[in-house]
């Protein structure tokens, strides 16, 4: 039974920082280098947006409107996938989702091609 657990959301005054966790359990041979992870987020009436991606070799992608202020990371001895958010900005304020998918093709996949998600912790900014 295939678990992503996030903690971390809140509420923060622009500025300020959160990290973001998720811990993966019931993931049969996970590894960061056999799944590529994600940082989805939502806000409602809008699409989804992959703010950062993981890959299997290492690598990270991020959505420009992210860029230089989130880092995505992983823990692989504690099977945790964290975003660490600094410069928070109210537009920031949305449903943060991880989420995982088998690799390796991680740089060709869309939001909808996760197959493992977490039940999303809301992050909310105020300016």
């Known amino acids: 039974h295939v678990q992503l657990v996030e903690s971390g959301g809140g509420s923060v005054q622009a500025g300020g920082n959160l990290r973001l966790s998720c811990q993966v359990s019931?993931?049969?041979?996970?590894?960061?280098?056999?799944?590529?992870m994600a940082w989805i987020r939502q806000v409602v009436e809008k699409e989804r947006e992959t703010v950062a991606t993981?890959?299997?070799?290492?690598?990270?992608t991020y959505a420009d409107s992210v860029k230089g202020r989130f880092t995505i990371s992983e823990d692989n001895a504690k099977n945790t996938v964290y975003l660490q958010m600094n410069d928070l900005r109210p537009e920031d304020t949305a449903k943060y989702y991880c989420?995982?998918?088998?690799?390796?093709?991680?740089?060709?996949?869309?939001?909808?091609?996760?197959?493992?998600w977490g039940q999303g912790t809301q992050v909310t900014v105020s300016s």
């Open positions: 989420a995982a998918e088998p690799g390796p093709y991680c740089n060709s996949l869309t939001s909808s091609d996760f197959r493992y």
């Open positions: 019931g993931v049969s041979g996970y590894s960061y280098d056999t799944y590529c």
């Open positions: 993981f890959g299997t070799d290492g690598s990270t």
